[in-house]
T-cell receptor, first 115, second 113 residues
Framework: DQQVKQNSPSLSVQEGRISILNCDYT??????FLWYKKYPAEGPTFLIS?????DKNEDGRFTVFLNKSAKHLSLHIVPSQPGDSAVYFC??????????????FGTGTLLAVQP | NAGVTQTPKFRVLKTGQSMTLLCAQD?????MYWYRQDPGMGLRLIHY???????AKGEVPDGYNVSRLKKQNFLLGLESAAPSQTSVYFC????????????FGPGTRLTVL
């Protein structure tokens, strides 16, 4: 049972436009959400996170929105750049301040930004 | 500061063979994790450790064993490899509980024939 879902395996956008990556979750106990970015042949790197007490967090060109009632979060990248082309993983935790820091990852979305 | 390193980068095994994957971090992190990444499955937690000498099971621990004899190293062992263990394996670490993010190694691509 996939608790964190990224229903779009891939997304293609033009350079300079907005990229919107979506993530849905089923576990209402999740209280912390993260986005990781992964280039080929490299490990994932942390991008941005949001706590369940917030509905928005912004860091430069990256903004994450959280809609708890819909169990949905999204990552907005504005403006998109060719270097943003990568796989983006959504992750969630029900115990981030607790004993284990365990993360549940989505299946990833491959973003291609066309010059 | 190398961060998180993994050895080897690639490996091909035959069914039934054994091997150990090594993860090392030089950031003095307490927590370490082993994940596997499979197509259409995302990253799944195999085992993790909350400190030197401790280990615990994650989502998919069957067929794997781990050890954390030194704080900086986390070993993942396959005693009798199976084709279902063909995957890319990632190690990660972080410093403390709370909102500290996990830092990942570059991965090990394992193929079991």
């Amino acid at each position: 049972d996939q608790q964190v879902k990224q229903n779009s395996p891939s997304l293609s956008v033009q350079e300079g436009r907005i990229s919107i990556l979506n993530c849905d979750y089923t576990n209402s106990m999740f209280d912390y959400f993260l986005w990781y970015k992964k280039y080929p042949a490299e490990g994932p790197t942390f991008l941005i996170s949001i706590s369940s007490i917030k509905d928005k967090n912004e860091d430069g060109r990256f903004t994450v929105f959280l809609n708890k009632s819909a169990k949905h979060l999204s990552l907005h990248i504005v403006p998109s750049q060719p270097g943003d082309s990568a796989v983006y993983f959504c992750a969630a935790s029900a115990d981030y301040g607790g004993a284990t820091n365990k993360l549940i990852f989505g299946t990833g979305t491959l973003l291609a930004v066309q010059p | 500061n190398a961060g998180v390193t993994q050895t080897p980068k690639f490996r091909v095994l035959k069914t039934g063979q054994s091997m150990t994957l090594l993860c090392a971090q030089d950031m003095n992190h307490e927590y370490m994790y082993w994940y596997r990444q499979d197509p259409g499955m995302g990253l799944r937690l195999i085992h993790y450790s909350v400190g030197e000498g401790t280990t615990a099971k994650g989502e998919v621990p069957d067929g794997y064993n781990v050890s954390r004899l030194k704080k900086q190293n986390f070993l993942l062992g396959l005693e009798s490899a199976a084709p279902s263990q063909t995957s890319v394996y990632f190690c990660a670490s972080n410093r403390e509980l709370g909102t500290d993010t996990q830092y990942f190694g570059p991965g090990t691509r394992l193929t079991v024939l």
